[in-house]
């Protein structure tokens, strides 16, 4: 059980933002939201995780609402290599529970 | 390049032949996980080391699966008598288990094909 919903699949234009919507109503106060993402033929990677408070880094922005059911992956100017199976998972840190539960993600595309 | 790597990338066998999938982590990472993946599903959780120890196993992990971590370094994914079934991608991952951000990083899978 992923416990996450997202959109099968999303479109958008090169050079242009993204953002890509992620459900986890049911998460618990100390579960965290990561995003990995899969390019074709390769094996997941990380893109960012957060807690409570937005989160930008290199690759991206991580909005997360006020009562942490929703969160939103925000991708600034989609290039071609952007395309890709984004999976947002929640997760908690520490002792024995570390898998991540993967459930089936949404498949960016991007035109150019 | 001091990513995980896996090998061998691909491997094709005849049902009830046994095979072996190796992964070496990320040097320090203490944390290695194995994943199995079948067309269009998302990555599914087959088990995980704390160092040398074996501390999950996921249902998935049948008795003809059994993995190894010798002195908490590179682990091995030994399928026994494999079945059509078994045909996935297979990856691993490893993680430093800090509690501050257990990132973890991914190889770039064995891909098994069964006949």
Redesign the interface.
Known sequence: D?KTTQPNSMESNEEEPVHLPCNHSTISGTDYIHW?RQLPS?????VI?GLTSNVNNRMASLAIAEDRKSSTLILHRATLRDAA?Y?CIRGR??G??????????TKLSVKP | DTGVSQNPRHKITKRGQNVTFRCDPISEHNRLYWYRQTLGQGPEFLTYFQNEAQLEKSRLLSDRFSAERPKGSFSTLEIQRTEQGDSAMYLCASSSGTLAGDTQYFGPGTRLTVL
């Not at chain 1, 390769?42 to 990380?46: A, F, L, R």
């Open positions: 992923a990995y390769q094996g997941p990677e990380y995780h199976v999976y840190y520490g024995s529970q570390g898998n991540l539960i993967f459930g089936k993600g």
